[in-house]
């Protein structure tokens, strides 16, 4: 193509870029309205998880609720309360004297 | 032809520029009214309604949730097949055709509610019928996990979502929260648009609350309450448990309870927070209070002795008497006044008093006076105002003629256990914004100290004498711990008329564990117990029960005979006798009767308090007593081995370190 040829096609490149610049706004436009209604969509799904999220969480904490625990265990289970006799005290003094007793021992037979 | 050409496009020309100006004009130059009809077409306000806040316990368990439900309603003018309408709704929602259709029916009503507070599943399911006419709203609905847990502490809703009873009454703006209104653009079907980048979907929410109250602990509490009730055939039981230090509410309950998911269910008696809202006239444990204050005034030792009459003595026209006819006592200490609960030594300790001084020192300990709690419709209590006629005087003495509420006792036994200082009591530990996410926390609120330091010590070391062997509050006792406290069993005031009911007590225990450095200060109360009624048969045990499990839960370790070594002499000789194994493990808890004979506090057989004494004045005061004292040190008096207020040892001598 000749400069002659092309000079004289010049303005209609000008006016294709015009109109190639207007539809890609108007493209770009449309594209954000479908994402924004894809937003839309996302942000009801989200809350929708959301609340049945909290909704579990509500049935965890009816299912966890000591009545209920407690019953499950003393009748499913046929546990009984715990009584403050039933529990082993280790304490750290005595740990300290066995451990003596021990070492004593260990030191002897070394010998 | 070509001129024909010319003049049409021209013509198009002109009228594409006219078409143009006007765009523009349109589009560019202001006009208030095209705005406005702009706006009104494409904008829309949304208002968001705010999720109402959690509560919590101290552990994050929860309490209180809010969940999104939806409400069913009808413009019954445009359905179009009613009675179709009506069945699919009727099976949907389990109702009755005729009721869903009776709704529906009348074509001229533009709004009627169907049914409220659909689950989601529910309500999405109508959803896809596509009925026209039918429409929802979304609403939140509160939702009580553990049902009658913390019940009347924590109060219900109205229909509308306000509160109605207890916290959600208290803090029902932070709780609500604010709704949000927000202005979005719509499309042509009404979609919201988004708007620089944000769409206004999420809902506000209210505060968080997280309480003091573990929820644990409560549970525990309303079971042994129930089987007190249950146990001594009792109209309710109430009991309260604080932190020591803080007064902080670790438990609160009244029993029988209610499922706070049905409050309209319970009549108004099970729905109220009795801690806070019944004030009753507390009987004996109310002898610690005016001993304390006598106390503090300096009008009282708990060596100081009172004759007390043989258990009768007349007060003006009337005759005061011990609980029972068999107390025929002599000369009391005032410890054992306390220990033993004498109606006749109290009211000669309140003589000595005088009744300005007593009503103050019950006023100062927070009697007759709102404590100021975050709990809504609290009682103040009664302390009638001066003057008082000498039966009066003797009445309040031993907790009869003055009320208070539960709440008031135990607060008040925390001022005693925590080294003398009177808190205010709190249930919000923190509440955080919801929005921001601040925590704005709750501290501890001193209202005034009551006792000095000492003076609280000898306090503490009379009130273990009342759950030693021979006191009124044996049953109280928890091996491995020593436990303070005070037995009270007072009559039932006539609601209807004068006097009191005949056979109807209100027995109560109020104390703290461990005595030596007092975790929890527990008040319960037995109302009209008809199998038993003395504080010390009905309260002391439940008391008891409610301590060890309290103790066991946060860890705090008994006294271990294992542990002895460490232990003073006395105590080491007294357990090593019985104690012969050598296995390291299990280690055994001293039982509470070997407490009783460790903590033992003979008649007059106290250290006396001789803190900030010289050597003279030291001397001067234990003169006529059979003790030797050895001196460490020079100066006033710092410390005293053992303490103040203990058991003298059996070899009778006590070290005094002066600075």
Redesign the interface.
């Known amino acids: 193509m000749s400069s002659e040829s092309f000079r004289q096609l010049k303005p209609f490149f000008s006016i294709l870029i015009i109109i190639a610049t207007l539809f890609s706004i108007v493209f770009l436009q449309m594209e ?2 479908r ?3 894809s ?2 969509k996302l ?2 799904e989200h ?2 998880v959301w ?2 999220k ?2 579990k ?2 049935a965890l ?2 299912v966890t ?3 209920l625990l ?1 019953s499950v265990a003393q009748q499913k289970f046929t546990l009984k309360k ?1 009584q ?2 039933q ?5 750290g ?3 300290e ?2 451990e003596k007793v021990v070492n004593k021992g260990l030191v002897k037979k070394d010998l | 032809m070509k001129s024909r050409i010319v003049v049409i496009f021209v013509g198009i020309l002109v009228l594409w520029s006219m078409l143009v100006l006007r765009a523009a004009y349109l589009q560019f130059l202001p006009n208030d009214r095209l705005n406005a009809l702009q706006n009104r077409q494409f904008q829309t306000k949304v208002t968001l309604q705010a999720r109402r806040g959690a509560i919590v316990d101290r552990n994050g368990r929860d309490l209180a949730m809010s969940t999104a439900a939806y409400s069913l309603y009808a413009d019954p003018k445009i359905i179009e097949n009613k009675r179709v309408a009506a069945r699919k709704l009727a099976k949907a929602l389990n109702m009755s055709v005729d009721a869903v259709y009776g709704k529906i029916k009348d074509g001229n009503r533009r709004f009627v509610w169907i049914q409220r507070m659909l689950e989601q599943n529910k309500a999405d399911e109508i959803k896809a019928w596509d009925i026209r006419g039918l429409s929802f709203v979304e609403e939140w609905r509160r939702v009580y996990p553990n049902e009658t847990l913390l019940a009347q502490t924590l109060g219900f809703l109205g229909s509308e979502g306000q509160g109605l009873e207890g916290l959600e009454l208290g803090f029902n703006q932070a709780l609500a929260g604010n709704q949000k209104k927000v202005s979005v653009k719509r499309d042509a079907r009404g979609r919201p648009l988004i708007h620089d980048g944000l769409l206004f979907t999420e809902n506000p929410e209210g505060d968080e609350l997280r309480l003091t109250v573990d929820s644990e602990l409560q549970y525990r509490l309303e079971s042994e309450l129930v089987n007190a009730v249950e146990t001594f055939e009792a109209d309710h039981a109430v009991g309260v448990i604080l932190d020591a230090k803080t007064s902080a509410v670790l438990a609160l309950a009244s029993a029988p309870s209610f499922d706070v998911n049905k409050p309209g269910k319970a009549t108004a008696e099970y729905r109220r927070n009795k801690i806070v809202t019944d004030a009753f006239e507390p009987g004996s444990t109310m002898k610690t209070f005016v001993i304390a204050a006598a106390l503090r005034d300096g009008l009282i030792k708990p060596s100081t002795k009172f004759y007390c009459e043989k258990g009768s003595y007349k007060v003006g026209d009337r005759i005061i008497r011990e609980a029972e006819s068999k107390e025929k006592f002599e000369d009391l200490t005032v410890s054992e006044i306390l220990a033993l609960s004498s109606n006749v030594g109290t009211t000669k300790i309140a003589f000595k008093m005088g009744a300005d001084n007593l009503r103050q020192g019950l006023l100062d300990f927070g009697f007759g006076t709102r404590l100021g709690v975050d709990l809504p419709g609290e009682a103040r209590g009664m302390v009638q105002a001066l003057p008082w006629r000498p039966h009066l005087l003797s009445n309040i003495s031993f907790g009869h003629g003055i009320s208070a509420t539960p709440l008031q006792i135990a607060n008040a036994f925390a001022a005693i256990a925590n080294g003398g200082v009177l808190n205010t009591p709190y249930i919000l530990q923190a509440k955080r914004d919801a929005e921001t996410g601040v925590l704005t926390e709750t501290a501890a609120k001193p209202i005034r100290r009551v006792l000095s330091a000492e003076q609280a010590a000898q306090m503490r070391a009379m009130l273990v004498g009342v759950t030693t062997q021979g006191g009124t509050g044996g049953n109280a006792r928890v091996d491995g711990f020593m436990v303070g406290g005070k037995t009270g069993t007072a009559q039932k005031v006539n609601p209807t008329g004068r006097g009191y009911l005949k056979g109807m007590y209100v027995s109560s225990f109020g104390g703290f564990i461990p005595a030596n450095d007092p975790k929890f200060v527990i008040y319960v109360a037995v109302d009209s117990p008809r199998k038993a009624y003395y504080g010390a048969k009905v309260a002391a045990p439940l008391f008891s029960r409610v301590a060890s499990y309290a103790v066991r839960k946060e860890g705090i370790a008994p006294l271990l005979r294992a542990e002895l070594s460490s232990a003073d002499p006395k105590l080491k000789r007294l357990v090593a006798a019985d104690f012969k194994s050598t296995k390291p493990v299990p280690k055994e808890v001293i039982t509470a009767a070997e407490l009783d004979r460790l903590t033992e506090v003979p008649t007059g057989e106290a250290v006396p308090n001789l803190m900030n004494l010289t050597t003279r004045e030291v001397l001067r005061r234990i003169n006529g007593q059979d003790l030797r004292v050895k001196f460490v040190g020079q100066g006033l008096v710092s410390e005293v081995v053992p303490g103040v207020g203990a058991a003298i040892p059996d070899d009778k001598e006590i070290t005094v370190i002066l600075k």
């Open positions: 954000e309205r994402m924004g209604y937003v839309l942000t009801r809350k929708k609340e049945e909290r909704v969480e509500i904490a009816k609720r000591p009545q407690d715990v403050a006799n529990i082993i005290h280790l304490s003094a005595m740990s004297s066995v």
